[in-house]
């Protein structure tokens, strides 16, 4: 039996996706930065994906152990970028870390260096936001700038807790996670957002955890990825017929979010098809006129011209016009 409901948290809101199946997402203002899950398999634990730092990472342990009664023992990574794994240190040894193949490599090639960045990284913006602060022209800037300093000081203080962990278990295709409550099917199709990403099923409940391979309310990030794959990976989640969705950033999602991120990948593939077309130039200034009017509200707007370069480069490569 569950323990106790988890306390209110900083950095997490935890949604109920189905008894037993939690959602975790990231709170505005908290140090998570990406969504979560918890799922009670019956006789043992999973959290999907750990988010970007150890606070976040340590409230989603705790709320895991009290609304299961027992320890995370098994923990995902949907992909490899940072604000999906740099709370892997916070789950013990006793938690086995699952990831593809892919991922994993990845990982141990690139992760190592990306943390001593970040410990470069952070104190310098923290210098540089707490210059603006002091020389703010105005109360709203100097209140705007001072939020920086306040999360550039939180995430310093999680330094001494970021360690490196990397997944101890791999697959290659499908890895089926049980206990007497329920399975979960840990699932690969290769890549779309990055070079290898995975999502989390649970047939029974028809609950599904997509990672950034669906975010809601955000542009999303092509930049690694491979749009016409994603795509195909989007419509193997429809066929899924999916009751409720978690995606990697956003609110809980729908089958109309797939098809909203289905319609700006076609978009953008069009877009960049035809600009190449017509040898135009991109101007940046110009881009959010290109905005389509479905994602003009989107959080993330400067993505849009990262995503249309990127897809842009692409198609001129494979020629296709």
């Known amino acids: ?19 037993g199946v939690w959602a975790a997402l990231a709170a505005p203002a908290g140090l998570a930065a990406s969504n979560a899950g918890i799922v009670d398999l019956g006789g043992a634990t999973l959290v999907f994906d750990t988010t970007f730092s150890p606070a976040s990472a340590a409230e989603l342990r705790a709320a895991a ?3 299961t009664g027992r320890p995370a023992t098994l923990v995902l990574n949907s992909h490899w970028h940072d604000d999906h794994v740099f709370g892997n240190g916070v789950f013990g040894p006793d938690a086995a870390i699952h990831a593809t193949a892919g991922t994993l490599a990845i990982m141990r090639a690139t992760t190592p260096g990306h943390i ?4 470069q990284h952070w104190p310098r913006q923290l210098a540089e936001w707490s210059r603006q602060a002091e020389a703010a022209a105005s109360d709203a800037d100097r209140r705007e700038w001072e939020d920086g300093v306040r999360f550039a000081r939180a995430i310093i203080a999680t330094f001494p807790d970021l360690q490196l962990r990397l997944p101890t278990h791999t697959f290659s295709e499908r890895a089926l996670l049980s206990g007497t409550r329920r399975t979960a099917e840990f699932i690969t199709l290769g890549g779309g957002h990055t070079a290898s990403d995975a999502f989390l099923w649970l047939p029974a409940d028809r609950v599904l955890f997509t990672g950034d391979l669906l975010v809601t309310g955000n542009h999303p ?3 690694a990825g491979d749009p016409q794959r994603w795509l195909a990976i989007l419509a193997a989640f429809k066929a899924l017929r999916p009751s409720r969705l978690v995606p990697g950033h956003g609110e809980l ?7 909203a991120l289905e319609q700006y990948l076609g978009y953008l593939l069009q877009l960049a098809d035809e600009m190449n077309a017509r040898a135009e130039p991109l101007p940046a200034p110009a881009a959010p006129a290109l905005l389509p009017a479905f994602a003009a509200a989107w959080a993330n707007q400067e993505a849009f011209v990262r995503n249309l370069e990127f897809c842009r480069k692409r198609s001129a490569g494979s020629g296709r016009q």
């Open 116 to 119: 001593a960045e970040f410990k």
């Open 1 to 19: 039996m569950p323990a106790s409901p988890p306390p209110a948290s900083e950095h997490l809101a935890l949604r109920e996706a189905a008894p």
């Open 65 to 67: 152990e009290q609304l």
């Open 221 to 223: 990030d092509l930049t």
């Open 253 to 259: 999602a729908a089958v109309a979010d797939i098809e």
